[in-house]
């Protein structure tokens, strides 16, 4: 048996931050538990490679949600990481922090420790490992028309998106270091693993936290179909993302008695918020005809993919080393809100012809094209997950809820709007040959739901299935992100978020993984 002081399930975003910190100071060893692989493949540590991992199981959990009935009946797909890096390695890169107002939810349902200065500190020490890369110069030249368009209709320009309140139209910065993915596993992890206190299992999927007196004390898990348990002598700390975090618990007997009953499995400890408050970003897309060459000719041709591809090998520039978000920015639908309340993109490319089961970057439409996308920043609609089987090897029921508020409904239309409206300056009229999707036969507010009922999907931000709070009523964890009602266990990922974050996610999980660093170092130093 394994044995260590404390033991970390996940090596994603947040895990490998902990891996990192927990063993620098050298006085306690980890062991980090990942289920999927190393990040050492092309397609993880390229940055246009990410349109590989998309529906790749080798590295990519692949989740599908219900059929949703707000959503045409549709089932979503979920990808999620599941390799070293987590969802981190498979992410678009896009790298922003969000806006003060979830700091204000994470200082509410904390304490002093989450207060804003308290976190800024947090974002700092994150930033000093993973900035994001400041990529406009290398931007597609529509990305410019598109903020001109911005600036017509009266947003600002910003030229810091990354930055906490960040407001208006720009660049995205990405998460790459000279032109290759910056993860939070090359970030660090990477220089962690030369320290002979971190052991790192790989494909090592953790199946079950076993308990002695309701303290958690051992880590059971399958690598290469063979069983095995890890013990740990102070605790288990699980970073297994929004999905996995409550499902682990699940299996291990803490969340909705009924849940765990009716699954044939033990109640340890009673929790109704694990798995609940479920919180995404749903995002809508326009797609036009472009009148003047988008990525869609650089990528669609042979010709164009062998120039991409020498710019990239020679300089470590040019579209592979980008992410296809190329630029966005955070606007207000309406201009008596007090912060922005719709995150923008723009990508210089289009698909509306990609297969199902299929999303590789580099085969876009055959004519020029590209997409301008709404996402709501803080929805107010709330699903759940739940086991279905005592299997570990079983997905989860995923029941998001979207669009289940009058809020979230109509501010999915004025975001469709917004793009409607942005289409329509002269700087992008001048550019587009046709809206190709939704089309000029959407017009009225009825119309645009329709539409936005058939194709909205969610950007991957899924959140706050182990909601940090006060109330062990319905929260998980507690401001020292402790699950409530056992000793020995926290949860560190975003699955605590009171709140989702009003832009991407992984900037923020950054932040809460240093904030949880700390919170443990500070109590198991003082032990
Ligand atoms: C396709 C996609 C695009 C995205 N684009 C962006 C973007 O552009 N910008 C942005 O900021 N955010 C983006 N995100 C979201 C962002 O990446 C996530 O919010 C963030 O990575 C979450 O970090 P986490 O630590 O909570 O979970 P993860 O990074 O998902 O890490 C969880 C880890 O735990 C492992 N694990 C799970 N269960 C077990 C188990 N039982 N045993 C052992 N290991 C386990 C997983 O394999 C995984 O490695 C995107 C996400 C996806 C999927």
Redesign the pocket.
């Known amino acids: 048996m394994i044995e260590s002081d404390f033991i970390i399930?996940?090596?994603?975003?947040?895990?490998?931050?902990l891996a990192d910190r927990l063993t620098a100071c050298g006085k306690f060893t980890v062991l980090l538990?990942?289920?999927?692989p190393s990040d050492q493949r092309l397609h993880i540590q390229l940055p246009i490679g990410?349109g590989m991992?998309?529906f790749n199981p080798a590295v990519?959990?692949m989740y599908r949600t219900e059929p949703e009935p707000a959503l045409a009946n549709r089932s979503g797909y979920?990808?999620?990481?599941?390799?070293?890096?987590?969802?981190?390695?498979?992410?678009?890169?896009?790298?922003?922090q969000g806006q003060p107002d979830e700091l204000a939810d994470l200082a509410e349902a904390g304490d002093s420790e989450w207060s804003f200065e308290a976190l800024a500190a947090c974002i700092q020490r994150a930033r000093e490992r993973i900035e994001g890369t400041d990529v406009s110069h290398d931007t597609h030249p529509l990305c410019s028309t598109f903020i001109k368009a911005a600036q017509e209709i009266g947003f600002n320009s910003e030229n810091d998106l990354s930055k906490i309140g960040a407001d208006g139209v720009g660049y995205?910065r990405?998460?790459t270091r000279n032109g290759m993915r910056l993860?939070?596993a090359r970030a660090y992890l990477r220089p962690a693993m030369k320290r002979s206190n971190l052991a790192v299992e790989i494909e090592?999927?953790?199946?079950r936290i076993v308990f002695e007196d309701k303290r958690a004390r051992e880590?059971h898990?399958s690598k290469s179909g063979t069983a095995m348990i890890a013990r740990a002598r102070r605790e288990v700390i699980v970073?297994?993302?929004?999905?996995?975090?409550p499902?682990?618990l699940q299996l291990s007997g803490i969340g909705p008695a009924l849940t765990l009953k009716s699954n044939g499995i033990e109640v340890l400890c009673e929790r109704n918020g694990v798995g609940r408050n479920l919180q995404d970003h749903l995002c809508i897309d326009h797609l036009y005809r472009s009148r003047v060459p988008t990525l869609n000719q650089q990528f669609g041709s042979i010709r164009g993919k062998i120039a991409a591809g020498l710019r990239y090998i020679l300089l470590r520039k040019g579209p592979l080393a980008l992410?296809v978000?190329q630029a966005g920015g955070f606007v207000r639908s309406r201009s008596d809100l007090a912060a922005p309340n719709i995150q923008l993109y723009f990508s210089p490319l289009s698909y509306t012809r990609t297969a199902p089961g299929t999303r590789t970057l580099m085969r876009p439409d055959p004519f020029p094209g590209f997409m301008l996308s709404a996402q709501p920043c803080r929805p107010t609609s709330r699903g759940f997950l739940e086991i279905t089987s005592a299997d570990?090897a079983v997905p989860p029921r995923i029941v998001p809820n979207s669009l289940a508020t009058e809020h979230d409904i109509a501010e999915m239309i004025e975001g469709a709007r917004l793009l409607r409206q942005l289409a329509a300056t002269s700087s992008l009229r001048d550019v587009i040959d046709e809206e190709l999707q939704p089309g000029s036969s959407v017009q009225s507010d009825d119309e645009m739901l329709e539409d936005i009922r058939h194709r909205a999907s969610t950007?991957?931000?899924?959140?706050s299935t182990c909601r940090m709070g006060r109330s062990p009523d319905t929260d998980v964890v507690d401001s020292s992100l402790r699950v409530y009602g056992v000793d020995g266990l926290r949860v560190?990922?975003?699955?605590i978020f009171p709140s989702i974050p009003s832009?991407?996610?992984?900037?923020?999980?950054l932040m809460?993984?240093e904030k949880g660093a700390e919170i443990i170092l500070g109590k198991s130093g003082s032990q």
């Open positions: 399930v996940g090596g994603g975003t947040a895990g490998c931050v538990l990942e289920a999927g990410y991992s998309f990519n959990w979920w990808p999620r990481g599941k390799v070293l890096g987590g969802s981190g390695s498979i992410n678009a890169m896009v790298h922003v995205f990405i998460a993860s939070s090592a999927h953790a199946t880590v898990f970073c297994a993302g929004s999905i996995n975090s499902k682990l992410s978000n570990p950007v991957y931000h899924p959140v560190v990922d975003a699955s832009g991407n996610t992984n900037a923020p999980t809460v993984a």
